[in-house]
């Protein structure tokens, strides 16, 4: 019975030396994990605009609704739907006809009146004479200058009703008061028109320079208001599916009052828009760019991450390990944002195959891709590459 015992304890040892045996070689043959496939970039320093979005309304520079001044029937017109004009230039023809006949009438008053009043200032100076003589009375005398004075009151009336006929005249010629772009005709030749009444004959619009409308949050009244008394803002307009690029314009108008209703700040920008690419009404995307930040450190804003602690980055050391990084960021503008605190500039920041990193783990940095093209990451998933 000992002896078998002894020899039940053999075959155990020798079980577990072999065991053993067996997980060593299994372990030395596993070796390190494999490296972990990623892209990298390195952490700069770049002067970062500090800049505000939004949605911004192009309006036109002047608006100006013609209107006749007076009433009659349209003659002609003198320039075509949608053509610019310049300030002066003929517009419309109103038939001029009846009002050079009540000129004329108003201009053969003037001149009855005014022989009238001629003839009763002689009168006039022979009655003083003859009352210097003791020949007439003060009465008939006065009577005399009475009839006088009120014979030229009649010519300055007619003289100012000759004016009156003039202008009229004068309206019946219709010219652009501004340099601009014509709408559509609302009335054709041939119908009456009546004095400053509907319908208006056409809209003139000017469209360079050109005003943008936009509005922005309260929270950046103080910064707006600071940094235009250190210099002009400039603002960007980029109009939607326009491969052209923005336009640049200027801040020349701060609302005085903030919405309360929607908490916004009203601004406008003018810009010369020489090249007519804003058009009023236009929807376009705005960016207001207060001041620039030097010197900031900016990181590719794909390799921000998010864990349970908030942001973090990937950091690959010169021994080729990752850490992981808590960072503070700020602002993002272009594909970039600006690291506040846990990145320095020159580091090595992983963008691409975050997905099977942890600290410590090695990785192999992959050639950067092409600009644009959709790569696999190590994990699998979809992304594209920048």
């Known amino acids: 019975m000992h002896r078998r015992i002894q020899i039940m304890r053999g075959i155990t040892l020798a079980a577990c030396v072999l065991l053993a045996g067996g997980c060593e070689k299994k372990q030395a043959a596993a070796g390190p994990p494999p490296a972990v496939p990623v892209r990298v970039a390195k952490a700069e320093l770049r002067t970062v605009p500090v800049q505000v979005t939004a949605i911004g309304n192009v309006e036109a520079y002047a608006t100006v609704s013609i209107k006749p001044l007076v009433s009659g029937a349209l003659e002609s017109i003198h320039f075509n739907e949608g053509q610019d004009v310049r300030k002066g230039d003929l517009l419309f023809m109103i038939d001029r006809k009846p009002f050079e006949a009540a000129l004329a009438q108003a201009q053969a008053n003037m001149a009855r009146d005014m022989a009238t009043a001629k003839n009763t200032r002689v009168e006039a100076n022979r009655y003083a004479n003859l009352f210097a003589q003791g020949v007439v009375s003060r009465e008939q005398t006065d009577q005399a200058t009475s009839n006088a004075e009120a014979a030229e009151a009649a010519v300055h009336a007619d003289q100012a009703v000759v004016d009156y006929e003039k202008l009229n005249l004068d309206y019946c010629t219709i010219r652009s008061p501004i340099d601009g772009r014509t709408g559509s005709f609302q009335v054709k030749p041939g119908n009456l028109v009546k004095a400053n009444d509907v319908p208006i004959l ?144 020159g580091e090595t920041i992983v963008t691409d195959g975050q997905l099977r990193l942890i600290p410590g783990v090695k990785v192999t940095v992959l050639p950067d891709a092409a600009p644009g093209a959709t790569q696999k990451n190590p994990a699998g998933a979809s992304t594209t590459a920048h």
């Open 202 to 345: 056409i809209v003139i619009n000017q469209i360079s320079p050109i005003y943008l409308d936009f509005s922005v949050p309260e929270q950046f009244l103080a910064d707006i208001k600071k940094y235009m008394a250190q210099s002009t803002l400039r603002v960007q307009a980029t109009i939607p599916n326009d491969p052209g690029g923005p336009e640049i314009g200027t801040v020349t108008f701060v609302d005085n009052t903030v919405d309360s209703s929607t908490a916004t700040i009203r601004l406008k920008a003018t810009f010369t828009n020489q090249n007519r690419r804003l058009w009023p009404g236009q929807f376009v995307n705005t960016v207001l760019t207060l001041t620039a930040i030097s010197n900031a450190t900016v990181v590719p804003s794909q390799a921000l991450q998010t864990g349970q602690n908030g942001q973090f980055v990937f950091v690959i050391h010169d021994d080729g390990t990752a850490e992981s990084r808590p960072v503070a960021t700020s602002r993002s503008i272009n594909g970039f944002t600006v690291i506040e605190k846990g990145v320095q500039a």
